[in-house]
């Protein structure tokens, strides 16, 4: 287990994330734009120190759940990316998102997400570290997890379970590298947990059936829940029959059950507009 004291206000990260945060900062505002269009529902996370939830001012959207922060020692790890490749970097400020899969405390999937790196070799170094963070000790609570899930159909394997997937917006991180160059990460993760209903422990084959739905599907379904949770209100049209908010984990749940087809019309994605919709 990491020391605590790794995070006290002497830790060097530390004070050279704030930094690094208030100089990317800077010339994001002075001309630079980082914004994630459709991001993983977002809140950023910084070198060590959680920096609390600020996307850009066009998009920032309360998260639905914060849960933590990525664990010392793949901070750590991050941090030894940016070392070691930041000086193939043509710009000084950088963002970058990452969209982990996580199913039974375990990673199975991770991906780069929005605006990328020049180096392809710097962004496979994080995502090595990424991969490494349930070792690291990262974990989320199921007893807290219960609360957000919803019923699948009780049929075959997956009878009287609940499957809960969600977002897990982790607190922003920034590293830096030698000559100043900074990269805010961007980390949610998509937390795909199976609880069989009055037992405390999910049974192995219950978590392997989750694991078994297509990768291709999997993807689909988590990319669209991720515009939902970023776009969590119903369009104008869609209140008197939906209500003002979209049921995101509901419909990524319909997604996966139909083969990576998003219920459009119950969780429109931004911009959508049914063809039958009546013309004013």
Same mark, same amino acid.
């Given at each position: 287990?990491?020391? @605590?004291?790794?995070?006290? @206000? !002497? ?10 945060? +208030? ?6 505002? +002075? ?10 529902? !977002?809140?950023?996370?910084? &070198?060590?120190? @959680?920096?609390?939830?600020?996307? +850009? ?5 309360? #998260? ?6 990525? #664990? ?8 030894? &990316? ?16 990452? $969209? ?21 070799? %710097? ?6 570290? %990424? ?5 690291? *000790?990262? +974990?989320?609570?199921? !007893? ?7 019923? %699948? =159909? ?7 379970? !609940?499957? %809960?997937?969600?977002?897990? $917006? ?31 422990? @999910? ?17 689909? /379904? ?5 515009? /939902? ?18 049921? &995101? ?13 998003? =219920?459009?019309? $119950? &969780?429109?994605?931004? *911009? ?9």
């Amino acid at each position: 287990m990491d020391d @605590p004291r790794e995070d006290a @206000p !002497t830790d060097p990260y530390r004070t050279r994330g704030a930094f690094a945060l +208030s100089a990317f900062r800077r010339e994001r505002a +002075s001309g630079g734009r980082f914004a994630w269009a459709a991001l993983l529902a !977002t809140c950023v996370a910084v &070198c060590v120190a @959680p920096m609390g939830c600020g996307s +850009s001012e066009e998009h920032a959207v309360a #998260p639905e759940r914060t849960q933590g922060s990525l #664990p010392a020692r793949t901070v750590r790890a991050l941090q030894a &990316c940016a070392e070691e490749g930041t000086g193939r970097l043509r710009r000084q400020a950088y963002e970058i998102g990452f $969209k982990v899969e996580l199913t039974d405390d375990r990673v199975q999937a991770v991906a780069p997400k929005g605006p990328r790196l020049d180096d392809a070799g %710097l962004e496979r170094c994080m995502m090595n570290a %990424l991969r490494t963070m349930a070792d690291a *000790g990262f +974990s989320t609570d199921r !007893t807290e997890l219960v609360s957000y899930g919803s019923h %699948l =159909p009780a049929r075959g394997v997956l009878a009287n379970v !609940t499957v %809960l997937p969600e977002l897990v $917006k982790l607190a922003e991180v920034v590293v830096a590298g030698p000559g100043g160059v900074t990269i805010v990460i961007v980390v949610v993760v998509v937390v795909i947990a199976a609880v069989v209903l009055a037992e405390d422990e @999910p049974k192995e084959e219950v978590v392997e059936a989750i694991k078994r739905w297509p990768k291709k599907v999997r993807e689909k /379904c988590a990319d669209r829940l991720v515009e /939902c949770i970023n776009d969590p209100y119903q369009p104008w049209w869609n209140r008197r029959v939906f209500g003002d908010k979209k049921q &995101c984990e509901a419909c990524n749940i319909a997604c996966l059950n139909d083969g990576g087809a998003w =219920p459009m019309r $119950k &969780c429109p994605p931004p *911009g959508y507009i049914p063809p039958d919709l009546p013309q004013e």
